[in-house]
C-alpha cells in the first residue's frame, strides 16, 4: 500500500502531506526533515528510487519526483512497483495540471484542499483507486461545482456573506 | 525573472481571492516564505494560532469564515505546530448541512484526527448520516473519512451502510465503498470476514475503475491465502487478456498503453497465484508472453509493466521460453541509460535468478558498472543482488566489496546492515582461516559498534571450535591472535571488537608458544589502561589476564606478574564496580593456589570440553530424602513458584542477577547452597556450565571451593547434573529429554562456547549487555529449521565447505535464509563430495591470488584490474593442473545445484527447471543427474569454462570468480 504522499519545495517546506496511516505532528515533521535530507543528498541524473526502510521500517521505499520547485514524494512498500508509483506521480502531476492550468507551488499552497481532493480521488486508504486522470478531473470538478452552487446559496442569504 | 513572476501570480491570486483564500492566508504565506529563521517563522506562526484561536472560538464568526480559519490551521499543522485546540471546530463542521462546509470538515477530520481519538466518537454519527445521504458526493466526502477514521470498535457502526453502498449506482461511490471495506479488513479481519465474497463480486462490475478497485483488496486476500482464489485464476487471465486487447474505455489508456495500472496489479496478482503451481502457471504463459511482446519500452510505463512480468515470471513455475524473454528485458534494462530502468532491471536480475542463476553471467559487466555507478540506491540495489548470488567461489570479492562500501558511507543504518551480511557471508563461505580473520577484523574495526553483540559472540566461538580439524583450529587461533596483537594498540577500536581480542589473548595467546607470558599480559594491562572508561573491555582484560596466569601455573612455569599488571589489579581491587574487584579478587586467589587445582578449574583449552550433566540431580537424593524426613518443603516446580523461592536463604548478593536475566535458574540453584561441602565435586560439569548467565552461583562454588582436591573417580557417574524434565536454561520453556546421550550432545554445543566462562567471568554477564543468545539459540535450532539446514546445506553430516558442520551453523545464517537466498547458498555445500577437508580448488579459486585474501585491497578499481589479470591467467592453469578431473566435478555439481528447488512432482524430462533434486544427496551425484538435456548442458558449459570463454559467449571470461 502507499504510505504516505509529501509534496515539498526545494527547501524543504512541505506543501502538501498526507500519511495514510496515522502519524502524531512531531513524528511527521521528523519523517518530512528525514526525506528532505535524502532528497537533498541525492545527485541529478540519478534514479528516482531510495530505497527508506532507516525511515519507515522495512521494505520501505520511496519515490521521489522533481517539478519545477516542487519535490513530489511516494511512500510505499513492496505491493507497488516503483515505475508505475513514478507514473502515478506524473497522473497526479497531470491531474493538477489541468485544474489549475500550468500548475506552480503556489497554486498546491493556496489549493491545498483542492489538491486533496484531487488526490482523494486517485488514492484512498493507501490504494490507488483511480488512475486515469480525465476521469479524477471530471470527479473533482463535478463536486466543486456543486460546492459552488451550494456556496451560492449561503452567499445568497443574508449576514452569511464571508 | 523567477521572483517577478511568483509575484505577479501573487497579485493574481491576490485580486482574485480564490474560493477561500483572504488577503490575510496570503500574508501569513508571504510572511512564513520571507522569514529568514526559523525563530522568525515560529514567532509569525505562534501569532497566527493566537489570532485563530481567538477567532475560532468567537461567536461572530461567521461559518464560511470559519472554513477559512480551518484551512489556516491545517496549513499551520502541516508546518509542525499543535493545532488541537482547532479539533473541535472541525468536527463541528463536519455537522454542516453544507456539502462544501462539510467536505471541508471532513478533510480537516481525517488530517487531523487519528481513528482512536475521543473526537470520533463524535463524528460516528454524522458519518452515518451522511452514508445515506441522497448527494453521493456527500456519501463519497463520508467514506473517505471512513477509510481514515473507523477502527476496530467503530466498524460495526457503519458497515451495513458501507456493504450496501457497494452497490450504489455511482460508480464512484462504489469504488470507495470497496476501499473502505479493504481498510476494515486490513484493521479487523474477523469483523469483515463473512463479507469477503462481496471483493470478488465487484471484480464484475461493469466499471473498470470499480474492478481496478476490487483488484487491490483481491491482492491482499490472495497473498494472505493462496489456495482459497485458485478459482478465480481464469477470470484473472480473461480480465488481463481483455485490458491487453484495449477492451476497456479509452480514457484508462496511459502514454498509449491499455490501462497499464490494472496490468501491473493484475501481473503481481498472477505472480502470486501461480507462484510454485505448475498448473495454474501453464494459465498464464501465454498472456503474460503476450503482454511483453506488447510492451513499449519507449515509455516509462511500458517498461513497468515489462518489469512486473519479469517479477511475475521468476514467481510462476518457470517455463523456459518466457524465461528466456525475461532474460532478454533483462538485458535492455541493464543497457539503458536510465539509471530507474538500471534499478529495475539490477531488482529484476536479483528475481530471476531464483529460477535460473545462470542469467546473473550474460550480465557480468552490467552489473560491475552499476557497482561502481555514483547513484546509491542502485549500488545498494546491486549489492542486494550480490548478497543473493555469493557462493564459496566469489565470497571474498563480493564480501571485501561490500567492507570498501561499507567504510564508505555514513549511513548507521545501511552500515549495519551491511556489516551484517558480510559477516553472515564470511561465516558461511570463507575458505581460508586468514581471510576470514581479517574480514571480520575489518568488519569490527570500522561497524563494531553498530553490529549486534551477538557476532562477536560467534566470532569467538568459531575461533573457539576451530571449524573442524585439529590443525586447522590451532592456525585459526594463532593467526587471530598474531592479528589481533598487531591491530589491538590501534584508537578507536569498538568496545565489541575489544573484548573478543581480549577474549582470544586470554584463551589463546600463549597457546602455540610463540608468545611469552610476559608479553601478552603487558599487552593486555595496555590495552585495560588504554580504555580505562569502559568497564566491559577492563573486566575481559582482567578474566584473560588470569586465564593466562592460570595456563602459567598449570603448565608449572613461574609466574611474573607484571609491575603494570600488578598495579591494574590494585587498582581494580579498589574499583567502584563490584565486578571489576570481584575479578581481581578472584585473579589473586588463582595466584596464590597450587598448580593441581588451577589445572581443575581453568582446565588449557576447555571449550571443547564435553560436559556430562546428571539432570536428575540425584546427588541430591540423600540430601533431600533427608531434608524431607525433617519436615522440609517439597520441591515446587518453576512454573509454580514467585518470588516466593528466592527469599529461601540465599546470600544477599543472589538478588541482583536474579533480576537482571530473563531467564530461570531457580532448579539449579536449589542444589547448591545446602552442600556446600560435596559441591567442588561437581567443577569439571560447573565450569561449562557457566556461559548461561548465571552468576554467583558459579563463582560460588567454584571459588572457595577450589583448594579442595579434586576427587576424579567421585565425579560425573553420581555428581552429575540431570536435566530430565528440568526446565532448559537456556532457551525456551522446552524440556529437555530424558536419554542421557541427547542431553549430552545438546550440552556439548554449548560446552564448545568459548571459555568465557571461566569462572570469574559469570558475574558480570547479568551486567554487562553481553548476551548469550546466539548461543541459546543454536542449541534450540528446530526439527525444521535442520531440515532446511540440510536441504541448503547438504546435510548435517557432510562436511561441506570444510568449515561449519551445517547443523552447527550460526544461527543467523538460518533464520535469514528464504526461499530467495536458497540457490546461492545452495551452491556452497556442492563441492562437498570432491575434498570435503578443504574448499575445493574450483577452477576460479585457483585464479585467486593469495596476496589479495592476506591483504584485502581497499582501491576497487585495482581490484578488478587484478581481477581482469586472473582470469586471463586462470585458463592455463587449470588445464594443466593435477586438480582438474575434481574441478569437473564441482562444475558438474554446481550447475545441478543452480537449478531452483522445486518441488519435481512432474516428469522430470519435460524442461530444465523441473530436473532441480530435492535434496542434497541428489545434487551430489551429477552422474546421476536424470534431465538429459541438462546434462548436456552441463557438459558443454563445463568444456566451455575450460577453455576460459563464458558460455554466452558475449563476454570475455572478465568476472568469472564474481559472477560464475
Known sequence: MIRGVIIMNDKGKPRLVKFYEFQPVEKQQELIRSIYKILCSRADNVSNFVKADSIFGPDARLVYKTFATLYFVFIFDA???????????????????????????????????????????????GQVIETSSTEVVKAVEEISKLENKSNSIISSIPGWQR | MEQLKTIGRELAMGSQGGIGQSKEFLDLIK????????????????????????????????????????????????????????????????????????????????????????????????????????????????????????NEETIPAVLTQVVELLDHHKEAVRKKAVMALHRFYQKSPGSVSHLISNFRKKLCDNDPGVMGASLCPLFELITNDVDMYKDLVASFVNILKQVAERKLPKSYDYHQMPAPFIQIKLLKILAVLGNNDKKTSEQMYTIVGDIMKKCDTASNIGNAILYECICCISSLYPSPKLLEAAADAVSKFLRCDSHNLKYLGIDALSQLIKIGPEIAEQHQLAVIDCLEDPDDSLKRKTFELLYKMTKSSNVEVIVDRMIDYMISINDNHYKTEIASRCVELAEQFASSNQWFILTMNKVFEHAGDLVNVKVAHNLMKLIAEGFGEDDD???????????????????????????????????????????????????????????????????????????????????????????????????????????????????????????????????????????EIDGNLSFLDGYVKKSLEKGAQPYIPASERSGAFNIS????????????????????????????????????????????????????????SAPVPYSS???????????DGVQKKWGRPTFSSPS???????????????????????????????????????????PEKQKLAASLFGG????????????????????????????????????????????????????????????????????????????????????????????????FSDMSLSAPPTDSTSDPFSNMGVENGKTASQMESPVSSKGLNLKEALQKDALVRQMGVTPSGQNPNLFMDLLG
Open chain 1, 79 to 125: 505491493s507497488e512497483n516503483e515505475l508505475a508509483v513514478l507514473d502515478l506521480m506524473q497522473v497526479l502531476v497531470e491531474t493538477l495540471d489541468k485544474c489549475f492550468s500550468n500548475v506552480c507551488e503556489l497554486d498546491v499552497v493556496f489549493n491545498f484542499k483542492k489538491v486533496h481532493t484531487i488526490l482523494d480521488e486517485i488514492i484512498l486508504g
Open chain 2, 31 to 150: 510572511s512564513i516564505g520571507e522569514a529568514r529563521s526559523k525563530a522568525e517563522e515560529e514567532r509569525i506562526v505562534k501569532r497566527e494560532i493566537e489570532t485563530l484561536k481567538g477567532r475560532l472560538s468567537s461567536p461572530n464568526s461567521t461559518k464560511y469564515k470559519l472554513k477559512e480559519y480551518l484551512i489556516r490551521l491545517l496549513y499551520v499543522e502541516m508546518l509542525g505546530h499543535d493545532a488541537s485546540f482547532g479539533y473541535i471546530h472541525a468536527v463541528k463542521m463536519t455537522h454542516d448541512e453544507n456539502l462544501l462546509l462539510k467536505r471541508t470538515g471532513y478533510l480537516a477530520v481525517t488530517l487531523f484526527l487519528n481513528d482512536d481519538h475521543d473526537l470520533i466518537i463524535l463524528i460516528v454519527n454524522t458519518i452515518q448520516k451522511d452514508l445515506k445521504s441522497d448527494n453521493f458526493l456527500v456519501v463519497c466526502a463520508a467514506l473517505n473519512a471512513v477509510c481514515k477514521l473507523i
Open chain 2, 473 to 611: 583450529a590451532a592456525e585459526l587461533r594463532s593467526f587471530a591472535v598474531e592479528s589481533y596483537l598487531r591491530i589491538m594498540g590501534e584508537p578507536k577500536l569498538p568496545s565489541v571488537f575489544l573484548q573478543v581480542i581480549c577474549w582470544v589473548l586470554g584463551e589463546y595467546g600463549t597457546a602455540d608458544g610463540k608468545h611469552s607470558a610476559s608479553y601478552i599480559t603487558g599487552k593486555l594491562s595496555d590495552m585495560a589502561e588504554a580504555h580505562s572508561a569502559d568497564d566491559t573491555v577492563r573486566a575481559y582484560a582482567v578474566s584473560a589476564l588470569m586465564k593466562i596466569y592460570a595456563f602459567e601455573i598449570a603448565a608449572g612455569r613461574p609466574v611474573e606478574v607484571l609491575p603494570e599488571c600488578q598495579s591494574l589489579i590494585g587498582e581494580m581491587l579498589a574499583s567502584h564496580s563490584t565486578d571489576l574487584q570481584q575479578r581481581a579478587y578472584e585473579l589473586q586467589a588463582v595466584l596464590s593456589i597450587n598448580a593441581h587445582t588451577v589445572k581443575e578449574i581453568l582446565p588449557m583449552d576447555s571449550t571443547h570440553n564435553e560436559i
Open chain 2, 649 to 704: 536463604s540465599f546470600k544477599p548478593h543472589e538478588d541482583h542477577e536474579s533480576t537482571s536475566h530473563g531467564l530461570r535458574f531457580e532448579a539449579y540453584e536449589l542444589p547448591k547452597l545446602p552442600q556446600p561441602a560435596t559441591i567442588p565435586q561437581v567443577l569439571p560439569a560447573s565450569m561449562d556450565l557457566i556461559p548461561v548467565p548465571e552468576s554467583s552461583y558459579v563463582s560460588d562454588i567454584s571459588l572457595p
Open chain 2, 713 to 723: 573417580d567421585a565425579g560425573p557417574a553420581e555428581l552429575k547434573l540431570r536435566l
Open chain 2, 740 to 782: 542421557p546421550s541427547t542431553v549430552n550432545s545438546e550440552v556439548k554445543v554449548q560446552a564448545e562456547a568459548p571459555q568465557l566462562s571461566s569462572v570469574s567471568d559469570s558475574n558480570s554477564k547479568s551486567r554487562s549487555t553481553m548476551s548469550y543468545d546466539s548461543r541459546k539459540t543454536q542449541v534450540e535450532i528446530s
Open chain 2, 796 to 891: 548435517v553430516s557432510s562436511k561441506s565447505e570444510g568449515r561449519h558442520p551445517s547443523g552447527q551453523r550460526p544461527s543467523k545464517s538460518q533464520y535469514q535464509l528464504s526461499d530467495k537466498h536458497r540457490v546461492a547458498k545452495a551452491a556452497a555445500p556442492d563441492s562437498a563430495p570432491v575434498k570435503p577437508s578443504k574448499p575445493p580448488p574450483d577452477l576460479l579459486d585457483l585464479g585467486e591470488p593469495s596476496v589479495a585474501s592476506v591483504t584485502p585491497s581497499f582501491d576497487p578499481f585495482k581490484q578488478l584490474e587484478g581481477l581482469l589479470d586472473l582470469s586471463h591467467e586462470a585458463p592455463p592453469v587449470n588445464g594443466s593442473t593435477a586438480t582438474q578431473a575434481p574441478d569437473f566435478m564441482s562444475l
